[in-house]
């Protein structure tokens, strides 16, 4: 077993540290309470080619590997929260889907798109009555000639407003449930989808999150992603994917709660000592480093098994709710060992607590992922 990074690997993760750690964590405290999209750092990210990682070169992009991608998100959330969610939302949630079940058509068009940095992507399922229930989405499309025409309404859309681009979730067949429900493409612009104002939110405020509402929206008939009602099938693909992704926000959340905390640690005295030399402290941090190896070796797992084209759902789930988990729990400890500087606003580790929190919620709670984990065990069983 091979647990090294190989050097193409190595390569990105080291460029797309250097770029986080000097471009990005510079201006994250003000993107959290401005509440402002970082559309010029977005812009050098795809100057970079970031924002085409995973995407094939034919397509603009770069061709590189789920591992590279998952190293470059950790990187990304170390420095920025809201900047690694809106990251991850546009490749997982946007690319991955285009690429998947796009026509040649659509991914000139669109994939080109996103994986240049010329546009930016997004993915609508949640609607305000159903999210962990995703086949209860009211949301219709229906054909008109050689239109789609849809109606309805969206709900905590990451990018929603800002994204040229939107993956949009409907039902086709209704009475069908998940057997009756397919994927579209909408263009921002387009009349009669009209995206609400950014959610207010605890955390991650930097990451645009949205509604989106749709009154007689008419798309080409030529938008429609993927087969006609494999849309439920499609969505739960686009998670797995999107979950390896959750795992490496998380992680890079959790990871700059640690070093910074282990900074803090060896420079805070009391009792004419550094708090360092407390063994109550060192537990702590052995716990957030344990906890948070673990958490990687989860990810690259399901990222491993990606690139190989094995079945990774549930690993992928496991690396998503260990690793969300191990991070809130890291962010918990980091106010904790900060003591009451952990609380006050002028240090990084009150931001790095609310943001992780969404890491249990957003791309299946922990909840579902139990259930998705439980399932395969009794399965076996
Ligand atoms: C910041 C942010 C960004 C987001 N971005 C996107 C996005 O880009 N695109 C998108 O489509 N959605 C997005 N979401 C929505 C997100 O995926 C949902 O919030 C999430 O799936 C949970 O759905 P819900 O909020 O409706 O909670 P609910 O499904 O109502 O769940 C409420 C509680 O009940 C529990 N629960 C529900 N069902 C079960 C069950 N069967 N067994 C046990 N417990 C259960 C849940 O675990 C949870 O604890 C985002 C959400 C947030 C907050």
Redesign the pocket.
Known sequence: MDLQLNEEQRAIREMVRRFAQEQIAPQARRIDEAEAFPAEIFQKMGELGLLGLPVPEEYGGVGADTVSYALAVEEIAAACGSTA?SYA?HIS?ACAPLQWFGTPEQKQRYLTLLASGRGLG?????EP??????AGLRTTAVRDGDHWVLNGQ???????AVADVVVV?AVTEPGKGAHGISMFLVEKGTPGFTPGKN?P?MG?KG?V?SQLFFQDCRIPAANLLGGLNQGFIQAMKTLDGGRISIAACALGLGRAAYEASRAYARERRAFGQPIADFQAIQFKLADMATQLDAARLLMYRAAWLKDAGKPYTVEAAQAKLFASEAAERACYEAIQIHGGYGYSREYPVERYYRDVR?MT????????L??VIARRLLRQA
């Open positions: 969610l939302a949630l997004a993915f609508a399922l949640t009555q159903s999210g962990s229930d995703a969206k709900m905590w859309i990451t990018n929603g979730v959610e939110k991650l990451s999150t969404l919620i957003g791309e299946g709670t922990s909840e579902i139990r259930l």
